[in-house]
């Protein structure tokens, strides 16, 4: 018995990519005293190997910027971004090189994102180039990659406004396919596109997650789409995270009063169904200038003297959820 009871317990597998007290600041000047926009402010989460996490929140809330601070595309102001355990987030560009392979993106609006003097092969072929891939083999690794998201190999002939926006997006995804990344941040890659078109899309990302081992973060602001896809949800509100974990969990308990208003708005599938829709008052605060305490106190239907005294800090709820919020154990969930 006491032999058991001394056994080392098996560890946890430590996640791809790990967020550490990411902040990013936007000067609104050349001087010194100049304001800053406080776009990303603390934001700690991790995203496990052959996972999909989504990044919620409205206009505004720092989904985007966080995603693009994660693949350097926008440079950090503090925190730490540890890739498979490696700080990225002060390498210079020639260091990056390597990283840049295995991270990659899939942008918001597909035609903006395709250069439209380049053909389809020529977009797909630059990743390759740049990397030095399939250099033997360049046509027929092209070829590949359009048939493996759906489209025919004679497109790679055509030029981004000879396609519709779901095809665009396709080639989108070809691009940042043809490197073997690792991991993918997909920032709003369906909210361009029609409704009837955007379920395609979806499906094909999941096929593609499932079948290639993929490790992904999904920017949303479309609450059902992430529980239909993602393993994990990280709630944002005007830069910081208010409440992360399970998407489960999350959907079905939620701790934090603004996890609790975004979803009494989402859709449901049987109008029916009994729910209370919780209305924020106010607007979203300006970055530049964000309420002391706790950023949502503001607009909060629970808020207190107390939420203007402190950031409140990341408390655990267990399971891996986790929400920021003093007066936590007073809410219904």
Request: overall charge neutral; some cysteine; aromatic content about 4%.
């Amino acid at each position: 018995m006491s032999t058991l009871m001394n056994a080392p317990q098996p560890q946890a597998a430590a996640p791809l990519l790990s967020v550490q007290g990411l902040t990013v600041h936007f000067p609104t000047g050349s001087s010194r005293n100049a304001p800053v926009v406080r776009a990303v402010e603390d934001v700690s989460f991790d995203v496990p190997h052959r996972s999909i996490v989504g990044l919620v929140g409205e206009s505004g809330s720092g989904k985007t910027t966080t995603g693009r601070a994660l693949l350097r595309l926008i440079k950090p102001t503090a925190g730490k971004v540890l890739f498979d355990g490696q700080d990225i987030s002060g390498l210079d560009e020639a260091r990056m090189l390597p990283w840049r392979r295995r991270m990659q993106i899939v942008f918001q609006d597909p035609y903006a994102s395709l250069n439209p003097r380049m053909t389809v092969a020529e977009i797909i072929g630059e990743a390759l180039d740049t990397h030095k891939l399939a250099q033997d083999r360049r046509d027929g690794r092209i070829r590949e990659l359009l048939e493996r998201v759906g489209l025919n190999a004679d497109h790679r002939k055509r030029y981004p406004h000879e396609f519709s926006g779901g095809q665009r997006q396709r080639i989108g995804i070809a691009r940042a396919l043809a490197v073997e990344p690792d991991f993918i941040v997909a920032d709003e890659p369906v909210s361009a596109l029609d409704v009837s078109v955007q379920a395609q899309v979806l499906n094909l990302l999941q096929d593609l997650q499932r079948d290639l081992g993929l490790t992904m973060l999904f920017v949303a602001h479309d609450l059902a789409v992430v529980d239909y896809l993602c393993d994990e949800v990280v709630v944002m509100y005007l830069g910081r995270v208010m409440e992360r974990g399970p998407t489960r969990l999350v959907y079905e308990a939620p701790r934090h009063p603004y996890t609790q208003a975004l979803l009494s708005a989402a859709p449901v599938p049987d109008p029916r169904a009994p729910r209370q829709r919780i209305l924020l008052k106010g607007e979203i605060p300006s970055p530049m200038n964000p309420p002391s305490g706790c950023v949502f106190r503001t607009r909060c239907p629970h808020a207190d003297a107390r939420c203007a005294e402190a950031t409140p800090p990341q408390r655990d709820l267990g399971q891996g959820h986790y929400a920021a919020c003093v007066r936590i154990d007073e809410i219904t969930p």
